[in-house]
Nanobody
Framework: QVQLVESGGGLVQAGGSLRLSCAASGRTFSRYAMGWFRQAPGKEREFVAAIIWSGSSTYYADSVKGRFTISRDNAKNTLYLQMNSLKPEDTAVYYC????????????????????WGQGTQVTVSS
């Protein structure tokens, strides 16, 4: 089992940037597909971005494409989400998630595909 801990959230003005990190425990992080999701108050959790185990393939929700970048450093057991040109509608709690299938080349973009979740980090974008 892997434990995930997000960090890097905060309050930023519209147009600003934040970089989220997700630190994973254990020695199996490099084998897992990873994803970022977010949940705004009163709304369902929604997909943001995903990356396969090697980092060679990524996928983004249309709402963040061109503004957000997902990446990973397997040597550091860390997943990242670089968020640029932030908008008030990006305000949400952001979660990282891991799929425990080893070395899958599939991109997963539904919450039920993921097995492990972090506790979330709050991102607030002011207008």
């Amino acid at each position: 089992q892997v434990q995930l801990v997000e960090s890097g959230g905060g309050l930023v003005q519209a147009g600003g940037s934040l970089r989220l990190s997700c630190a994973a425990s254990g020695r199996t992080f490099s084998r897992y597909a990873m994803g970022w999701f977010r949940q705004a108050p009163g709304k369902e959790r929604e997909f943001v971005a995903a990356i396969i185990w090697s980092g060679s393939s990524t996928y983004y929700a249309d709402s963040v494409k061109g503004r957000f970048t997902i990446s990973r450093d397997n040597a550091k057991n860390t997943l990242y989400l670089q968020m640029n040109s932030l908008k008030p509608e990006d305000t949400a709690v952001y979660y990282c998630a891991a799929d425990r299938t080893y070395y899958s080349s599939s991109i997963y973009y539904t919450a039920t595909d993921y097995d492990y979740w972090g506790q979330g980090t709050q991102v607030t974008v002011s207008s």
